[in-house]
């Protein structure tokens, strides 16, 4: 049977709709998987075995009676990003605060998994409320990179990235609030995709910052993550801010760009994203992924956008601003961590210890930032100041776009960096968001894609690919096509990691 | 000169409900100050005559029909409580002895 472990989430559902394999025995591979690697990954913070086969019965049942798959991913395994609400497991988003919660909802991408026939093996690890950039934010502890177990997997969704990366999962579920889906991707050699804002129902994610928010879908490939991205898509009534309109085809823009023709695509180079701050072997890789973008057809432009690097003051200015509301609902009163309830403290001195214990120091840091921003006196400077520089980024999108069918850049100006090295200094780690966040405030669609490794540590790369919103699909067909190419003769990409050992 | 003094950290710890420790207040006041003054750089962009975006996608009221439909029961509402009685959330006493 060979490794089913080593298998894309494509060929799994193959193998399980024909009945070649069935989805126990897919569930099993991975679980067995994670008992023997997730010890030193630390990739899950809950993992469901019962459920996981109990949903895989379902789909190997309703297959033996002959119904058609529920999806096209009926029978895979995933591994959910712990900010997703479960009824039947904890959600914690990495904090203290949540310790122990089992929501009495699903989350909307949660029940269209569900419905999908999609065997959720458990909830993965991240920086305590999506706030971080290399999971050591987490209240739990750090997700290790399987690529080199001293270095952070990125963050907020290191253990969705690493679980992929280890080969505990072929799929997993993100958000990217300012790259959280698509720097992890970048570090541990994994595609990541951030749908246009809106595409992906929020409904039963927990605030962060709810204008910037968005699930997506992550896997070993660009077509898994199609596949995954059209399962969670779709308009929801429960979200006001989800996009009435049909899914981009972004399965048949995978498929489209596998041919390998880029021919007539237009692809834009953002000029600011380079020079300092980058490290040289990212940038050589993003400069052999141009080129062969080239190669496969595409025609090369360089594009100015000139506000990009106000986005990412503006951005830590905007998301602490409303992270600070959006965590004000952590109160104490009617779920969660309560602490100092002694019969004579009030409400608000319960409150105020809940939040003193529940809370990591980059929470508490950014709810300060976010309170600070919008305090009168300083609301214009700062708040006001930032939602203005988020009009002028959009604008250098619109502008760019007029010219070119997608922009690139690398996803990140470094490699995986080592446990540790970033903790003492926020600043430092936001710097990991530098290319990201433009997508986020200007709300379009953008993916990471594994672009080779760099010379001088040998670590994955991340090729960004942004499109206009609700274009998701020209950067699939890209993405695709550049994956093709870069494969040739060379193996799978996520195979190139070292063997964990089991 | 700092953007943030010490003084006005304690404050916004208040503001935000958060008993911070004095030894954290040492620690985030030096981390505020260099992050406030990090993003400060947004003021070097001429925007005066630019409008403001709060949401990438424009935003328009949702209406749906005034229809009952299912919500949690009690049970599901008060089950993650901290604390609860006669089903109801039990709270810490919110009015002082003076009030």
């Given at each position: ?7 894309t989430?494509?060929?799994?559902a ?11 025995e ?7 998987r ?15 075995a019962?459920?996981a ?8 049942e309703?297959?033996d ?19 997703f ?32 026939g ?16 290399s ?15 001293d ?23 993100g958000?990217?609030t300012?790259g959280?889906?698509?720097?992890p ?17 929020r ?6 910052s ?8 992550c ?49 834009g ?11 040289p072997?990212?940038l ?48 104490a ?5 309560r ?19 529940g809370?990591?120091p ?27 520089v ?21 996803t ?11 903790v ?73 990691a070292?063997e964990?050992?089991? | ?21 004095d ?6 006041a ?6 406030l ?22 935003l328009t009221?949702v ?37």
């Open positions: 049977m060979g490794d089913l472990t080593r298998l989430a494509a060929e799994l193959a193998k399980v709709h024909s009945r070649e394999v069935s989805a126990v897919v569930a099993q591979a991975h679980l067995d994670i008992a023997a690697v997730d010890g030193r990954v630390h990739a899950f913070l809950h993992v469901d019962e459920g086969l109990a949903a895989a019965r379902a789909v190997d309703a297959l009676s002959g119904e058609a798959p529920a999806s096209p991913l009926a029978g895979v395994p995933l591994a959910l990003k712990d900010v609400a479960t009824r039947d497991m904890p959600t914690t988003c990495g904090s203290k605060i949540l310790d122990g919660w089992v929501p009495p909802y699903d989350a909307t991408v949660t029940r269209r998994l569900r419905e999908a999609v065997v959720i093996l458990g909830k993965t690890n991240m920086d305590e409320f999506a706030m971080g950039s999971t050591e934010n987490s209240a739990y502890g750090p997700t290790r990179n399987p690529w080199d177990l270095r952070i997997p990125g963050g907020s969704g290191g253990g969705s990235s690493a679980a992929l990366a280890a080969f505990e999962a072929p799929l997993a579920i958000t990217d300012g959280s889906i698509r720097q991707g970048a570090v541990t050699g994994t595609v990541g995709a951030k749908p246009t804002y809106g595409g992906v129902s409904y039963g994610l927990v605030a962060f709810s204008s910037l928010d968005q699930g997506g879908p896997g070993r490939t660009v077509l898994d993550t199609a596949l995954l991205h059209e399962v969670i898509a779709g308009h929801d009534p429960l979200d006001s801010t989800s996009i009435d309109a049909p899914v981009p085809p972004v399965v048949a823009a995978a498929r489209e760009g596998a041919a390998g023709d880029l021919t007539g695509v237009r692809v180079v953002v000029r600011e994203f380079a020079g300092e701050g980058y490290q072997g990212v050589a890789a993003f400069h052999a992924a141009v080129e062969q973008l080239r190669a496969l057809g595409a025609e090369i432009v360089e594009v100015s956008c000139p506000h990009f690097t106000y986005a990412l003051p503006a951005y830590y200015l905007i998301a602490p601003s409303e992270c600070s509301s959006n965590l004000a609902r952590f109160d009163m009617r779920y969660g961590l602490v100092g309830d002694d019969g004579s403290r009030s409400a608000e001195d319960v409150m105020a210890l809940t939040r003193e214990a809370f990591g980059e929470v508490k840091r950014r709810i300060m930032i976010g309170t600070y921003a919008l305090s009168s006196g300083y609301y214009d400077a700062y708040y006001g100041q930032a939602q203005k988020r009009t002028l980024i959009s604008r250098d999108f619109a502008a760019a776009f007029e010219r070119v069918d997608v922009l690139v850049s690398p990140t100006p470094t490699t995986a960096f080592r446990i540790g090295e970033r003492d200094d926020p600043m430092a780690m936001y710097l990991s968001d530098l290319c990201t966040i433009p997508a986020n405030l200007a709300g379009n669609a953008a993916m990471s894609v594994p672009c080779g490794l760099a010379e001088e540590d040998g670590l994955p790369v991340g090729l960004q690919i942004m499109a206009p919103a609700m274009r998701d699909h020209r950067m699939y067909r890209v993405a695709a096509a550049y994956e093709v190419a870069r494969d040739a003769g060379a193996g799978r990409f996520a195979d190139r070292p964990l050992g089991a | 000169m700092p953007a943030i003094s010490r003084d006005e950290v304690a404050h916004l710890a208040r503001l935000a409900r958060l008993a911070v420790t030894e954290e207040l040492d620690v985030f030096g981390q505020l100050d260099v992050i003054q990090s993003v400060a750089r947004v003021g070097e962009v001429a925007a005066d005559d630019i409008p403001p975006t709060s949401h990438a996608v424009p009221n209406f749906r029909e005034d229809v009952v439909r299912p919500g949690l029961s009690q049970q599901q509402a008060l089950s993650g409580a901290p604390e609860a009685e006669d089903g109801r959330f039990r709270v810490p006493r919110i009015l002082g002895e003076e009030q």
